[in-house]
């Protein structure tokens, strides 16, 4: 009986568990048939919810179609109230997502011209990219704490990246300057066998080397140069962040010149700003039409050492140039050695929109179009460096 008794009382917690959890996602009313009654902190995260996603147009709940008193508006100390308040209720996560659907759903973008409301939120890669579009409309007052905030998310991104970043380049460029006589220790064996294959002697089961393949030495030259182009159409704000910062981090390496370029259907050169990435990200202009055309033809013309050259493009591929003469200077690009690459999105939001018809031309030049996340980039740009075939995530999007 005792032990019945205690699974009585744990299946009663579970329940009344799941009872609430209905109850907060469900908004709270006669419609809900929940029947239960928040109180206290509860009570507390429901108002926040509510204020989100309980208010509509003319006060019609979004979640449970009924009235509803709460709401955000337009106010900005109602706004400051809320954004700490769901700070103290939610995980960072779920703050980010909140703060998402509140600038879309509520037309917020405005009050993030305001210091105080900058000061508020949460930051992440999302908000950057809305701060950014509203760069030109942002007031002198809220630009300095605009730039904090970016400042602060760009720290984060390269704390978590760059370390690895610079590992593992390091590592590819000293791989590709093989040298014909290299020391014993650094013989790279896997090149050297591949390369006497047909000097295997059956009769001893072993491959005689005439010619020995080694890795390079590091030294100070530049052994390869990286040209970054960037879409900067709306939809492209992740990849914009998370590009801008992983140029500064290429840009810090000595055997690798870089060149970041952005644009929409015109082009802008950021390469002299690379040495802080908050000034990079200040110097896009997110939104408008899109113009890959120009933009190769621009990187093209930049290109003095074709074999030692890695042009990524990434955009969604939605072209409003001379689509024919884009793929054709793709061909002629590779032709000359270029390693060229393709992706989508750099970041970490999983398969985005794109043209089709585009990303199969590219593959059928031999130049696939995926996404990529800002933990796989390392990768992909080590396989270019080192003339391999790209790490293609298996959920890659596939024309």
Not at 156 to 165: F, H, M, W
Not at 257 to 265: E, G
Not at 338 to 354: C, H, I, K, T, W
Request: proline share 4%; net charge neutral.
């Amino acid at each position: 009986m005792t032990t019945a008794g205690r699974t009585d009382d744990v299946t009663g917690a579970g329940a009344d568990e799941r009872l609430r959890r209905w109850r907060l996602v469900l908004g709270g009313d006669s419609a809900d048939g929940t029947g239960r009654t928040l109180t206290g902190q509860d009570a507390a995260m429901d108002g926040a919810l509510t204020a989100l996603y309980g208010g509509g147009d003319s006060g019609t709940s979004r979640r449970s179609g009924t009235n509803r008193s709460a709401g955000l508006g337009a106010s900005a100390p109602s706004v400051a109230r809320w954004l700490g308040d769901i700070r103290t209720y939610f995980p960072a996560s779920v703050v980010q997502v909140m703060q998402r659907d509140a600038i879309q759903r509520l037309g917020l973008s405005a009050l993030l011209l305001e210091p105080e409301m900058l000061e508020a939120v949460e930051a992440d890669v999302h908000l950057v990219g809305t701060l950014l579009s509203l760069n030109k409309a942002m007031p002198e007052t809220t630009k300095e704490t605009a730039r904090a905030v970016v400042r602060k998310v760009v720290a984060d991104i390269e704390k978590r990246l760059a370390t690895r970043t610079r590992a593992t380049l390091t590592g590819a460029l000293d791989r590709s300057a093989r040298v014909s006589r290299p020391r014993h220790r650094d013989i790279d064996w896997d090149r050297t066998i591949r390369a006497n294959l047909k000097n295997y002697l059956p009769e001893y089961g072993t491959v005689v080397p005439e010619r020995l393949i080694g890795y390079g030495r590091a030294s100070q030259s530049v052994k390869k140069e990286v040209v970054l182009c960037i879409d900067q159409s709306g939809s492209m704000a992740a990849s914009v962040v998370y590009a801008s910062v992983f140029g500064a981090v290429l840009a810090s390496m000595r055997s690798v010149s870089t060149r970041l370029v952005v644009f929409d259907t015109a082009v802008v050169d950021l390469t002299d700003q690379l040495d802080d990435p908050v000034d990079v990200l200040f110097g896009t202009q997110l939104g408008g039409g899109t113009d890959i055309n120009r933009a190769l033809a621009y990187c093209q013309s930049r290109i003095t050492r074709p074999a030692d050259t890695v042009v990524v493009l990434i955009s969604d591929l939605y072209e409003g140039g001379i689509r024919d003469e884009m793929l054709k200077r793709v061909a002629v690009m590779k032709a000359s050695g270029v390693r060229f690459v393709a992706l989508l999105a750099l970041s970490d939001e999983g398969a985005p929109a794109y043209d089709r018809d585009h990303a199969a031309a590219l593959a059928a030049l031999g130049a696939p179009a995926f996404a990529c996340t800002p933990d796989l980039f390392p990768e992909v740009m080590a396989a270019a460096i080192e003339k391999r075939p790209l790490p293609i995530p298996d959920t890659a999007s596939h024309p």
